[in-house]
């Protein structure tokens, strides 16, 4: 992965542009995500981001990325700036609450 893709992938997390994140992954993308459950592809990963976009608006900010020499390895640091939209199973009722991560 270049540097280059990963700026284009966050500008669009942040433009809240799911078809563009998606364009920057590739088939085989396994998401590892917080819960500890593995999503496996693009189709899967666009549900949760449908999901993620449906109830919560967030902004990356205090970003650093961060390639390996040979482009096969990528990392980022972020700050996560959201707000609470629609209530999610599981977690209180969703009223406009904002949160920084």
Known sequence: M???AMQRYFAAFNRGDTD????EVTDDLAHHVNEGQVRRGKAAFGEFCAHMSRCY??????MVLFV????TRGAAEYVVNGTYL???AGLPEAQGQTYRL
């Open 20 to 23: 563009g994140m998606l364009a």
């Open 68 to 71: 390996s020499e040979d482009g």
């Open 57 to 62: 608006r967030e902004e990356l900010t205090d």
């Open 86 to 88: 629609a209530t999610d």
């Open 2 to 4: 270049s540097h280059e």
